[in-house]
């Protein structure tokens, strides 16, 4: 496949793994396994690293929205990456591990250095990728060994998948099949173990809320109460003109009132333009009378005007008696239809924030009263402040807004760096209404010990997963002995038998086997023996046959000389036309001492009975005189030779017989004529090589080992009225095989075939022939 195919396999399967990410599966709250990986090692795995990356970088830019920051990506590219690059050394299980085994470098250097993270997170996030990329390449291991996958994917399976061991296959199904339930019945306990923490932190919090609720009310309740009754009292001492009575008189009342009121701070009586007429207390912290001072700028002093009831203001910022934030409740002064003034007091909103503190004690639960226009009343977690606070435009404000009273929910906190665990930055709370006023009380409690909780649960369960893994291994291995060892044992017989051995059995190594591999031994043992009593049969066949054909050429060979002497005698004595009728039976007689001459050394070598004559000589003067007197004979034919010296320790007689079998192949196979090329050469490793081609009919390639055989010619038309008993090639490739040699046939390009014969030049020590015949 070129790479330009492979890069597409990858950025397609990169976009699979993006719609896949967008189902990420959820193991515990806040930790979720991508699906994108297992499709990024498959690319790496089939199509090599350029393609794992380019998936890994397709399908980890999802991660850019889901975790909001580029380092997830970059590791999915590098995993890809790194994964496909061994992929041919080793099973996608093990070089994933490599990679995470080198991957804290890589936590280290971007978390840490570039994104200051602190390590306890960045120890967290870098083990749950992990986990994500190792169940992957464990899966999809498994996948890649299921039987009709792999004959679907078999040419792009690299060697470590393509040749996986028994044990390995075992292993890993058996791993997988540990891990899968463990995360799965974990994963389900520890969801459940959240949701009755989350439900008992909701709870705390909307106790807590109530609790305040309720002060808060109450210390409303009685402000207003003593307002509104100094202000009928000092309605009903209205003069005739309808004034006020006498500061004197009016700074007595106040002080009754911020005396009896432990939830007012301070109070004063205002004029119907706004003017404080008496304060209680009468200066401020610097010493500053407070009577005389303008409040007409205030909403609640046109309010106080318009009304007949009690009412309470939203938080403000306070000036003169009250530096600060200020909630306030005012009644008004009416006799009839006349309004004379009102009647403030400042509630003591220090005293309702070290009430809310003591709520929260030394939890990390936070408290904010928060009044109708997003104002913070009082904050339980902060000092006081000279400024109003607001949580306008906040998630805290968003989320309240969408609640009822009572209600409970969570909201995520926006954060200025790098996120790695998103249960430590939500907020869970409660929230409860103050009804009469729209204020609303919200107590809230960060995620960072529920995120503690959830990691020691992640880690329990990494622990199950490694001992489930640890035990699937070790049961892998006991069981795949007990499955692997009885095969072991019948292919090691097999083995055995193959090369000779006929009393190779696999019984005992099975015999402790389960059922199937003991029977599988049985009938191999079975085999064996059929087999053996077969070739024993054969063998003896064989050997009467080499006998007879031994005795029957001897036999032929003696008439055969006679006959020859004969033609020879009556040749010298006739002329013309008879003469030349001689000669063709000469060259009959010829013809068949040969074919006789064949016979008997083929009977020989299956008797093992034919042995060697070395003498040192240059075999290219062999080919020479061999060649050129077959070739002289066959005016359709011509030599081409091309003779380097080739010297060595050789049988002449049996190389001459060589040569002539294979350049009288050439041109009998080469009917319509044609040139026949000789070459001999000496190569570097040493080894004289001799060739011998044609032009002829050539041969297919499934004949090319067949024609070695005794009595074989092959089964093609073209070779109809070609004479031959089929034994030269097999005769010629024994003489070779006894000199240390090896003689191979092949088909010509362009047609034809070319017969090559490679022979050790130096002397080889003698050793038994037997099992190569």
Not at 59 to 73: A, Q
Not at 201 to 222: M, T, Y
Not at 313 to 321: N, P
Request: glycine share 10%; net charge neutral.
């Amino acid at each position: 496949m070129s790479a330009l195919k492979r890069a597409g396999w990858g950025l397609l399967l990169g976009l699979v793994g993006w719609l896949l990410n967008l189902a990420a599966i959820e193991v515990l709250p806040g930790v979720h396994l991508l699906l994108g990986p297992l499709v990024v090692l498959t690319s790496a795995v089939l199509f090599g690293p350029v393609a794992g990356g380019l998936a890994g970088a397709v399908s980890g830019s999802r991660t850019l929205w889901m975790w909001g920051h580029p380092w997830g990506c970059l590791n999915m590219l590098l995993e890809g990456l790194f994964v496909g690059a061994l992929r041919r050394r080793l099973t996608p299980l093990v070089a994933d591990g490599l990679y995470w085994m080198m991957s804290p470098l890589y936590f280290f250097l971007t978390y840490y250095l570039v994104e200051e993270v602190p390590a306890s997170l960045v120890v967290v996030a870098g083990v749950k990728q992990a986990v994500n990329g190792l169940l992957a390449a464990l899966l999809l291991q498994v996948v890649l060994l299921i039987p009709h996958v792999r004959r679907r994917l078999r040419p792009l399976l690299p060697l470590p998948l393509a040749d996986v061991s028994l044990g390995r296959a075992f292993g890993s199904a058996l791993t997988l099949g540990a891990v899968i339930p463990v995360l799965v019945l974990g994963g389900a306990e520890g969801r459940t173990r959240y949701s009755a923490e989350v439900r008992q932190v909701n709870e705390d919090n909307l106790h807590a809320a109530r609790v305040v609720a309720n002060e808060i009310e109450s210390s409303l309740e009685h402000s207003r109460h003593g307002v509104s009754r100094l202000a009928h009292t000092l309605a009903a001492g209205l003069t005739a003109r309808g004034t006020l009575p006498g500061q004197h008189f009016l700074e007595g009342e106040l002080d009754a009132l911020v005396s009896y009121s432990p939830e007012v701070v301070n109070a004063y009586v205002g004029s119907p333009e706004g003017v404080a007429l008496a304060f209680s207390p009468r200066t401020d912290a610097a010493g500053r009378a407070l009577a005389g001072t303008d409040f007409s700028d205030r909403p609640y002093v046109r309010e106080a005007r318009q009304a007949r009831e009690p009412l309470v203001s939203d938080v403000f910022l306070g000036r003169g008696g009250v530096q600060g934030p200020l909630v306030v409740t005012v009644a008004p002064i009416h006799r009839g239809e006349q309004y004379a003034g009102y009647v403030l007091a400042a509630l003591d909103l220090p005293r309702l924030r070290r009430h809310a503190r003591a709520q929260v004690g030394a939890s990390q639960r936070r408290i904010r009263v928060i009044d109708s226009r997003g104002g913070v009343v009082f904050d339980s977690a902060g000092e006081e402040s000279r400024q109003v606070q607001t949580v306008r435009d906040t998630p805290l404000e968003r989320a309240v807004t969408r609640m009822k009273s009572g209600d409970t929910g969570d909201y995520e906190v926006e954060q200025d760096a790098v996120t790695l665990v998103r249960m430590g930055s939500l907020r869970h709370f409660g929230m409860v209404e103050v009804a009469p006023l729209g204020w609303r009380v919200v107590v809230e409690q960060p995620g960072t010990r529920l995120q503690r909780d959830v990691e020691q649960a992640y880690f329990g369960l990494l622990g199950t997963v490694g001992l489930a893994t640890v035990a699937a291994v070790l049961l892998a291995l006991t069981f795949s002995r007990t499955i692997v060892s009885p095969v072991q044992g019948v292919s090691h017989a097999a083995a055995r038998l193959a090369s000779g051995e006929r009393s190779a059995r696999a019984s005992e190594a099975a015999e402790d086997a389960p059922r199937e591999l003991n029977q599988l031994a049985r009938t191999f043992d079975r085999m064996a023996w059929q087999l053996s009593r077969q070739l024993e049969a054969i063998e003896r066949t064989s050997r009467e046959k080499d006998a007879f054909l031994s005795i029957a050429s001897h036999e032929l060979k003696t008439p055969l000389t006679a006959l020859k002497a004969q033609v020879q005698i009556l040749r010298r004595k006739v002329e013309g036309e008879h003469g030349e009728r001689l000669d063709k039976v000469s060259r009959q007689v010829d013809r068949v001492t040969r074919l006789v001459n064949q016979l008997l050394d083929a009977s020989q070598l299956g008797l093992e009975q034919l042995p060697l004559q070395r003498t040192r000589l240059d075999l290219s003067e062999v080919v020479r005189r061999v060649a050129e007197a077959l070739v002289s004979a066959s005016p359709l034919h011509t030599l081409e030779f091309d003779a380097h010296p080739v010297v060595g320790e050789l049988d002449e007689l049996r190389m001459e017989q060589v040569i002539h079998n294979l350049v009288s192949n050439a041109i009998k196979y080469n009917p319509t004529g044609g040139a026949i090329e000789v070459w001999t050469r000496v190569l570097p490793s040493g080894e004289g090589e001799v060739v011998v081609a044609d032009r002829g009919i050539g041969l297919r390639v499934e004949d090319e080992e067949q024609l070695f055989g005794r009595f074989e010619r092959g089964d093609r038309r073209e070779l109809t009225g070609i004479s031959g008993i089929g034994v030269g090639l097999y005769v010629s490739r024994e003489i070779v095989r006894r000199h240390g040699g090896r003689i191979t046939l092949r088909p010509r390009e362009g047609g034809g075939a070319v017969a090559t014969v490679r022979l050790p030049l130096a002397v080889e020590p003698e050793h038994d022939h037997r099992a190569e015949c």
